[in-house]
Protein backbone atom coordinates (compact mmCIF):
# COMPACT_ATOMS: atom_id res chain seq x y z
CA UNK A 1 0.00 0.00 0.00
CA UNK A 2 1.51 3.31 -1.21
CA UNK A 3 2.03 5.93 2.01
CA UNK A 4 -0.70 8.26 0.30
CA UNK A 5 -3.27 5.57 0.21
CA UNK A 6 -2.20 4.60 3.65
CA UNK A 7 -2.63 8.60 4.70
CA UNK A 8 -6.01 8.23 3.51
CA UNK A 9 -7.27 5.08 5.07
CA UNK A 10 -6.23 6.32 8.23
CA UNK A 11 -7.04 9.94 8.27
CA UNK A 12 -10.53 8.65 9.50
CA UNK A 13 -9.39 6.64 12.42
CA UNK A 14 -6.69 10.12 13.48
CA UNK A 15 -9.94 12.37 12.84
CA UNK A 16 -12.10 10.17 15.16
CA UNK A 17 -8.44 10.11 17.20
CA UNK A 18 -7.96 13.50 17.80
CA UNK A 19 -12.10 14.28 18.12
CA UNK A 20 -12.22 12.08 21.17
CA UNK A 21 -8.87 13.41 22.69
CA UNK A 22 -10.81 16.44 23.15
CA UNK A 23 -13.81 15.24 25.27
CA UNK A 24 -12.31 15.83 28.73
CA UNK A 25 -11.78 19.13 28.09
CA UNK A 26 -15.31 19.29 27.26
CA UNK A 27 -16.34 17.82 30.30
CA UNK A 28 -14.45 19.92 32.29
CA UNK A 29 -12.10 17.55 34.10
CA UNK A 30 -15.61 16.73 35.82
CA UNK A 31 -14.98 12.81 37.44
CA UNK A 32 -18.27 12.20 36.27
CA UNK A 33 -18.13 13.03 32.78
CA UNK A 34 -15.05 11.24 32.39
CA UNK A 35 -16.58 7.56 33.87
CA UNK A 36 -19.39 8.36 31.22
CA UNK A 37 -16.86 8.83 28.16
CA UNK A 38 -14.50 6.29 29.29
CA UNK A 39 -17.36 3.44 29.57
CA UNK A 40 -18.65 4.95 25.74
CA UNK A 41 -14.68 4.23 24.81
CA UNK A 42 -15.19 0.39 26.25
CA UNK A 43 -18.60 0.09 24.66
CA UNK A 44 -16.80 1.54 21.43
CA UNK A 45 -13.94 -0.66 21.96
CA UNK A 46 -16.26 -3.31 22.40
CA UNK A 47 -18.13 -2.92 19.32
CA UNK A 48 -15.06 -2.73 17.16
CA UNK A 49 -14.19 -6.56 18.07
CA UNK A 50 -18.02 -7.14 17.46
CA UNK A 51 -17.82 -5.71 13.98
CA UNK A 52 -14.71 -8.27 12.97
CA UNK A 53 -16.90 -11.19 14.70
CA UNK A 54 -20.36 -10.36 13.34
CA UNK A 55 -20.07 -7.35 10.38
CA UNK A 56 -17.20 -9.21 8.69
CA UNK A 57 -17.31 -13.44 9.00
CA UNK A 58 -20.42 -13.19 10.72
CA UNK A 59 -20.02 -14.79 14.18
CA UNK A 60 -23.12 -13.69 16.14
CA UNK A 61 -21.04 -14.05 19.35
CA UNK A 62 -23.60 -13.17 22.40
CA UNK A 63 -20.45 -13.75 24.75
CA UNK A 64 -18.95 -10.29 24.51
CA UNK A 65 -19.97 -9.52 28.07
CA UNK A 66 -18.86 -13.00 29.28
CA UNK A 67 -15.30 -12.79 27.43
CA UNK A 68 -14.66 -9.18 28.99
CA UNK A 69 -15.60 -10.81 32.42
CA UNK A 70 -13.52 -13.94 32.00
CA UNK A 71 -10.32 -11.38 30.90
CA UNK A 72 -11.73 -9.08 34.13
CA UNK A 73 -11.60 -12.06 36.88
CA UNK A 74 -8.99 -13.87 35.40
CA UNK A 75 -6.42 -10.67 35.52
CA UNK A 76 -7.62 -9.83 39.19
CA UNK A 77 -7.62 -13.63 40.45
CA UNK A 78 -3.67 -14.12 38.83
CA UNK A 79 -2.51 -10.48 40.41
CA UNK A 80 -4.68 -10.81 44.29
CA UNK A 81 -3.66 -14.82 44.65
CA UNK A 82 -0.98 -16.17 41.87
CA UNK A 83 0.81 -12.69 42.91
CA UNK A 84 1.79 -11.78 39.51
CA UNK A 85 2.54 -8.25 37.88
CA UNK A 86 -0.69 -6.60 36.70
CA UNK A 87 1.18 -6.37 33.23
CA UNK A 88 1.53 -10.17 33.13
CA UNK A 89 -1.40 -10.84 34.43
CA UNK A 90 -3.14 -8.65 31.58
CA UNK A 91 -1.55 -10.33 28.91
CA UNK A 92 -1.93 -14.02 30.35
CA UNK A 93 -5.89 -12.95 30.45
CA UNK A 94 -6.42 -11.78 26.76
CA UNK A 95 -4.19 -14.52 25.69
CA UNK A 96 -6.50 -16.77 27.50
CA UNK A 97 -9.62 -15.44 26.45
CA UNK A 98 -8.70 -15.36 22.95
CA UNK A 99 -7.94 -19.02 23.00
CA UNK A 100 -11.55 -19.55 24.43
CA UNK A 101 -13.39 -17.21 21.57
CA UNK A 102 -11.05 -19.16 19.29
CA UNK A 103 -11.86 -22.61 20.19
CA UNK A 104 -15.57 -21.00 20.47
CA UNK A 105 -15.24 -20.40 16.50
CA UNK A 106 -13.93 -23.46 15.59
CA UNK A 107 -16.66 -25.37 17.07
CA UNK A 108 -19.15 -23.46 15.20
CA UNK A 109 -17.32 -23.63 12.02
CA UNK A 110 -16.49 -27.54 12.30
CA UNK A 111 -19.92 -28.71 13.19
CA UNK A 112 -21.26 -25.93 10.38
CA UNK A 113 -23.35 -23.70 12.88
CA UNK A 114 -25.01 -21.04 11.18
CA UNK A 115 -25.17 -17.60 12.77
CA UNK A 116 -28.68 -17.85 14.67
CA UNK A 117 -27.17 -21.27 16.32
CA UNK A 118 -23.98 -19.64 16.53
CA UNK A 119 -25.63 -17.09 18.88
CA UNK A 120 -27.94 -19.39 20.89
CA UNK A 121 -25.04 -21.16 22.10
CA UNK A 122 -23.35 -18.47 22.77
CA UNK A 123 -25.77 -17.19 24.95
CA UNK A 124 -25.67 -20.81 26.69
CA UNK A 125 -22.13 -19.58 27.28
CA UNK A 126 -22.69 -16.44 28.82
CA UNK A 127 -25.39 -18.27 31.49
CA UNK A 128 -22.92 -21.03 32.43
CA UNK A 129 -20.05 -18.22 32.81
CA UNK A 130 -22.62 -16.17 35.30
CA UNK A 131 -23.40 -19.44 37.13
CA UNK A 132 -19.64 -20.17 37.53
CA UNK A 133 -19.04 -16.81 38.43
CA UNK A 134 -22.15 -17.76 41.60
CA UNK A 135 -20.38 -20.98 42.03
CA UNK A 136 -16.52 -20.45 42.41
CA UNK A 137 -17.34 -18.06 45.48
CA UNK A 138 -14.41 -18.84 46.55
CA UNK A 139 -12.28 -17.39 44.04
CA UNK A 140 -14.80 -14.34 43.10
CA UNK A 141 -16.84 -13.60 46.22
CA UNK A 142 -20.11 -14.77 44.15
CA UNK A 143 -23.11 -11.93 43.89
CA UNK A 144 -21.52 -9.64 46.38
CA UNK A 145 -18.79 -8.97 43.72
CA UNK A 146 -14.87 -8.19 44.31
CA UNK A 147 -13.16 -4.85 44.81
CA UNK A 148 -10.14 -4.26 42.12
CA UNK A 149 -8.64 -1.42 43.61
CA UNK A 150 -4.87 -2.12 44.18
CA UNK A 151 -4.88 -5.32 41.73
CA UNK A 152 -3.96 -3.22 38.79
CA UNK A 153 -2.67 0.04 36.96
CA UNK A 154 -4.41 2.26 39.51
CA UNK A 155 -6.55 4.04 36.37
CA UNK A 156 -9.04 3.83 38.50
CA UNK A 157 -7.41 6.47 40.95
CA UNK A 158 -7.00 8.98 37.86
CA UNK A 159 -10.17 9.15 35.42
CA UNK A 160 -8.20 10.97 33.04
CA UNK A 161 -5.35 9.30 32.54
CA UNK A 162 -7.67 5.99 32.15
CA UNK A 163 -9.50 7.61 29.73
CA UNK A 164 -6.82 7.80 27.15
CA UNK A 165 -5.13 4.84 28.16
CA UNK A 166 -8.50 3.64 26.79
CA UNK A 167 -8.95 5.89 23.67
CA UNK A 168 -5.14 4.95 22.71
CA UNK A 169 -6.82 1.00 22.98
CA UNK A 170 -9.51 2.11 20.62
CA UNK A 171 -7.70 4.02 18.46
CA UNK A 172 -4.79 1.10 17.94
CA UNK A 173 -7.42 -1.05 17.57
CA UNK A 174 -9.39 0.78 14.89
CA UNK A 175 -5.94 1.07 13.30
CA UNK A 176 -5.46 -2.70 13.53
CA UNK A 177 -8.98 -3.42 11.84
CA UNK A 178 -7.90 -0.44 8.84
CA UNK A 179 -5.08 -2.42 7.80
CA UNK A 180 -6.19 -5.55 8.23
CA UNK A 181 -9.33 -4.83 5.82
CA UNK A 182 -7.24 -2.67 3.47
CA UNK A 183 -4.81 -5.65 2.80
CA UNK A 184 -4.97 -8.79 1.09
CA UNK A 185 -6.76 -10.39 3.76
CA UNK A 186 -9.79 -7.63 3.08
CA UNK A 187 -11.03 -9.33 0.13
CA UNK A 188 -11.13 -12.89 1.94
CA UNK A 189 -13.31 -10.74 4.37
CA UNK A 190 -15.56 -9.57 2.11
CA UNK A 191 -16.32 -12.61 0.42
CA UNK A 192 -16.98 -13.74 3.60
CA UNK A 193 -19.44 -11.57 4.18
CA UNK A 194 -21.48 -12.26 1.16
CA UNK A 195 -21.15 -15.49 0.29
CA UNK A 196 -19.49 -18.07 3.22
CA UNK A 197 -19.95 -21.00 0.44
CA UNK A 198 -18.82 -18.98 -2.61
CA UNK A 199 -15.71 -18.13 -0.47
CA UNK A 200 -14.83 -21.87 0.01
CA UNK A 201 -15.55 -22.99 -3.39
CA UNK A 202 -13.06 -19.88 -3.96
CA UNK A 203 -10.07 -21.13 -2.12
CA UNK A 204 -10.42 -19.09 0.73
CA UNK A 205 -9.86 -21.00 3.92
CA UNK A 206 -13.06 -20.25 5.65
CA UNK A 207 -11.85 -21.66 8.68
CA UNK A 208 -8.27 -20.23 9.12
CA UNK A 209 -10.37 -17.10 8.81
CA UNK A 210 -13.32 -17.13 11.40
CA UNK A 211 -10.95 -18.55 14.17
CA UNK A 212 -8.35 -16.13 13.50
CA UNK A 213 -11.08 -13.28 13.34
CA UNK A 214 -12.46 -14.69 16.84
CA UNK A 215 -9.12 -14.96 18.41
CA UNK A 216 -7.82 -11.05 17.61
CA UNK A 217 -11.58 -10.23 18.64
CA UNK A 218 -12.16 -11.89 21.59
CA UNK A 219 -7.97 -11.02 23.01
CA UNK A 220 -9.17 -7.41 22.18
CA UNK A 221 -12.34 -7.59 24.64
CA UNK A 222 -10.62 -10.02 26.97
CA UNK A 223 -8.02 -6.95 27.43
CA UNK A 224 -10.17 -4.70 27.56
CA UNK A 225 -12.67 -6.33 30.33
CA UNK A 226 -9.08 -6.47 32.31
CA UNK A 227 -8.88 -2.71 31.78
CA UNK A 228 -12.54 -2.53 33.32
CA UNK A 229 -11.72 -4.12 36.28
CA UNK A 230 -8.92 -1.49 37.28
CA UNK A 231 -11.06 1.60 35.94
CA UNK A 232 -14.44 0.97 37.42
CA UNK A 233 -12.49 -0.38 40.95
CA UNK A 234 -15.32 -3.27 41.11
CA UNK A 235 -16.75 -6.53 39.24
CA UNK A 236 -19.52 -9.00 39.47
CA UNK A 237 -21.17 -11.03 37.34
CA UNK A 238 -24.20 -8.22 36.73
CA UNK A 239 -21.90 -5.94 35.34
CA UNK A 240 -21.08 -8.73 32.72
CA UNK A 241 -24.57 -9.93 32.17
CA UNK A 242 -25.87 -10.10 28.57
CA UNK A 243 -27.94 -6.72 29.21
CA UNK A 244 -25.31 -5.10 29.89
CA UNK A 245 -22.89 -5.53 27.71
CA UNK A 246 -24.25 -7.43 24.60
CA UNK A 247 -27.29 -5.62 23.85
CA UNK A 248 -25.62 -2.02 24.02
CA UNK A 249 -22.76 -3.30 21.86
CA UNK A 250 -24.88 -5.31 19.22
CA UNK A 251 -27.38 -2.17 19.28
CA UNK A 252 -24.00 0.45 18.65
CA UNK A 253 -22.95 -1.48 15.91
CA UNK A 254 -26.36 -1.30 13.94
CA UNK A 255 -26.53 2.05 14.94
CA UNK A 256 -23.53 3.09 13.86
CA UNK A 257 -22.86 0.49 10.93
CA UNK A 258 -22.10 -2.74 10.52
CA UNK A 259 -19.31 -3.75 8.49
CA UNK A 260 -18.02 0.27 8.69
CA UNK A 261 -14.65 1.29 10.57
CA UNK A 262 -16.27 4.42 12.40
CA UNK A 263 -19.34 2.80 13.02
CA UNK A 264 -18.55 1.16 16.51
CA UNK A 265 -16.96 4.52 17.75
CA UNK A 266 -20.81 6.69 16.70
CA UNK A 267 -22.91 3.87 17.56
CA UNK A 268 -21.06 4.26 20.99
CA UNK A 269 -21.36 8.02 21.09
CA UNK A 270 -25.56 7.90 20.19
CA UNK A 271 -26.10 4.98 22.40
CA UNK A 272 -24.21 6.54 25.11
CA UNK A 273 -26.09 10.01 24.60
CA UNK A 274 -29.58 8.02 24.87
CA UNK A 275 -28.31 5.80 27.49
CA UNK A 276 -28.09 9.55 29.65
CA UNK A 277 -31.35 10.59 28.26
CA UNK A 278 -33.54 7.69 29.31
CA UNK A 279 -31.09 6.61 32.24
CA UNK A 280 -33.30 8.96 35.20
CA UNK A 281 -36.49 6.75 34.24
CA UNK A 282 -35.23 3.57 35.85
CA UNK A 283 -36.48 0.69 33.90
CA UNK A 284 -37.86 2.41 30.88
CA UNK A 285 -33.51 1.91 29.55
CA UNK A 286 -34.80 -1.39 29.20
CA UNK A 287 -37.75 -0.68 27.49
CA UNK A 288 -35.76 1.62 25.02
CA UNK A 289 -33.43 -0.23 24.26
CA UNK A 290 -35.76 -3.23 22.54
CA UNK A 291 -37.24 -0.14 20.94
CA UNK A 292 -34.20 0.58 19.12
CA UNK A 293 -33.50 -2.36 18.48
CA UNK A 294 -36.92 -2.89 16.52
CA UNK A 295 -36.63 0.31 15.19
CA UNK A 296 -32.79 -0.64 13.97
CA UNK A 297 -33.59 -4.27 12.27
CA UNK A 298 -36.73 -2.83 10.39
CA UNK A 299 -36.09 0.37 9.50
CA UNK A 300 -32.57 1.74 9.96
CA UNK A 301 -30.76 -1.00 8.99
CA UNK A 302 -27.81 0.68 7.44
CA UNK A 303 -26.32 2.52 10.52
CA UNK A 304 -25.45 6.49 10.47
CA UNK A 305 -22.04 5.98 9.29
CA UNK A 306 -22.99 5.18 5.57
CA UNK A 307 -26.26 7.05 5.98
CA UNK A 308 -24.10 9.80 6.41
CA UNK A 309 -21.27 8.75 3.96
CA UNK A 310 -24.65 8.78 1.06
CA UNK A 311 -25.46 12.10 2.21
CA UNK A 312 -22.49 13.47 1.33
CA UNK A 313 -21.72 12.09 -1.63
CA UNK A 314 -24.93 13.06 -3.06
CA UNK A 315 -24.12 16.55 -1.65
CA UNK A 316 -20.92 16.50 -2.98
CA UNK A 317 -22.35 15.65 -6.49
CA UNK A 318 -25.23 18.68 -6.40
CA UNK A 319 -22.44 21.01 -5.29
CA UNK A 320 -20.03 20.14 -8.09
CA UNK A 321 -23.03 20.35 -10.41
CA UNK A 322 -23.44 23.78 -9.36
CA UNK A 323 -20.06 24.88 -9.65
CA UNK A 324 -20.33 23.11 -13.18
CA UNK A 325 -23.33 25.52 -14.33
CA UNK A 326 -21.58 28.94 -12.77
CA UNK A 327 -17.90 27.75 -14.66
CA UNK A 328 -20.04 27.21 -17.80
CA UNK A 329 -22.03 30.45 -17.33
CA UNK A 330 -25.84 28.03 -17.41
CA UNK A 331 -28.59 29.70 -16.20
CA UNK A 332 -29.79 28.17 -12.50
CA UNK A 333 -32.10 25.28 -13.64
CA UNK A 334 -31.62 25.02 -17.29
CA UNK A 335 -29.18 22.10 -17.46
CA UNK A 336 -32.38 20.21 -15.78
CA UNK A 337 -34.69 20.87 -18.34
CA UNK A 338 -32.67 20.15 -20.77
CA UNK A 339 -31.82 16.35 -19.36
CA UNK A 340 -35.45 16.11 -18.58
CA UNK A 341 -36.28 17.14 -22.16
CA UNK A 342 -33.96 14.57 -23.48
CA UNK A 343 -35.06 12.24 -21.30
CA UNK A 344 -38.57 12.65 -22.43
Do not use: W
Given at each position: ??????????????????????????????????????????????????????????????????????????????????????????????????????????????????????????????????????????????????????????????????????????????GGYQ?????????????????????????????????????????????????????????????????????????????????????????????????????????????????????LFLI?????????????????????????????????????????????
Amino acid sequence: MSGRRLLTHALPVLGAGIALAAVPLLVGGSPYGLRITSLMLILAIYAVAFNLLFGHTRQLFLCVGALAGLGAYASVILVRDVRLSPLLATALATVGVGLVGGFLSYVGVRRGLGVLFVGIITVAVSLIFHNLLLGLRQYTNGETGLSTRGLGFGLGETPERAYYVLLAVLVLSLGGYQLLLRSRHGLAFRALEDDELNAELSGIDVTRYKVGTAILASALIGLVGALYADVNGFISPSVFAVGHVDIPVLIALLLGGMGTTLGPVVGAVVFTLVDELVRPFGQLTVLTYGVLLIVLFLIFREGVVPIGVQLFLRLGRVLSRRLLREAEGVPEGSMGSSESTQGG
